[in-house]
């Protein structure tokens, strides 16, 4: 072979690399967008099951206190036709189921708080993992690219 053929034949090795790493690298990007797409649709995934729950908190509580409150209004109407104990012991009852609705519903607010917290903080471990993912394909690349130029270098 003369040298100029091998001359031909290095170039089209370098191009053929270069062209590798090209691909090499849109791969990389694909892999890192992907993985922050997954990172979002988890997230979102998230946040939808803590709305769910905070929604079936709402409901229950809601309904919790509807039933309470219809209880009430058949007691009162029954006290009002029976003597002032009789009233005293209605109040006492209202008061109970109030403070249980009261209860219930504060339940439900952290209950809400800490599915918010538990999404934070899944969300904050997927951001990490996404970043290292990220980081560890950059580096990968970096490597590639460096080795290359060495390689064209010598």
Do not use: P, R
């Not at 009162?76 to 609705?101: C, G, I, M, P, W």
């Not at 904050?124 to 460096?146: G, I, P, R, W």
Request: charged share 40%.
């Amino acid at each position: 072979m003369t040298n100029e053929n091998k001359l031909d034949d290095l170039k089209n090795k370098a191009s053929d690399l270069g062209n590798d790493l090209k691909f090499k690298a849109k791969e990389m990007q694909l892999q890192g967008e992907k993985a922050g797409d997954d990172l979002k649709h988890k997230a979102a995934e998230i946040k939808l099951e803590g709305e769910k729950a905070l929604h079936n908190l709402n409901t229950e509580t809601d309904a919790q206190y509807t039933e309470a409150k219809v209880s009430f209004d058949e007691k009162a109407k029954e006290a009002k036709t029976e003597s002032s104990e009789a009233e005293n012991k209605v109040q006492e009852k209202l008061d109970h189921l109030k403070a249980e609705a009261s209860h219930k519903f504060e339940e439900a607010k952290l209950k809400a708080t800490e599915f918010k917290q538990e999404a934070s903080v899944k969300f904050d471990e997927l951001k990490v993992q996404a970043t290292a993912k990220l980081d560890e394909l950059k580096k990968t690349a970096t490597e590639t690219l460096n080795k290359f130029k060495k390689d064209d270098q010598a």
